[in-house]
């Protein structure tokens, strides 16, 4: 339970920080995003005592349905990466915690995970 409201103050809080860099006008702060968002579901689970893979599951789930509302239609398929994606990140996140004993370095390297796969998502598939 925990997770899930982790996961979910998370997705809240990633809202306010991504619209707000949204609205700055410069491309170059969107490279902070994925940091910000595995650093908030991360340890807001920790904070709370929660699962960190369910808070990730959770903010996936909230950013699927998300991008499903907002453009329904066209954004199935990617509602679905992005809810897979960030599940992912998850695992990855407690499988380095799990490996190194450190949430920094387990935050860093999803964040660089996410980072790539956002370029790889934004600028290769989107080319299809």
Known sequence: MKGLLAGLLAAGMAWVVNSWVANQGNPRLLIILPFVEEL?????????GGS????????????????LAKHARENVSASVISFLGHAGFG?????????????LVAVLSSAMVHTAWNYLVL???ARR
């Open 40 to 48: 908030l579901k991360t340890y807001v689970a920790v904070l709370f």
């Open 52 to 67: 960190v893979w369910l808070s990730h599951f959770t903010f996936g789930s909230v950013e699927a349905v998300y991008d």
């Open 91 to 103: 695992f990855l996140t407690v499988l380095v915690y799990v490996v190194t004993g450190e949430w």
């Open 123 to 125: 600028h290769e598939f």
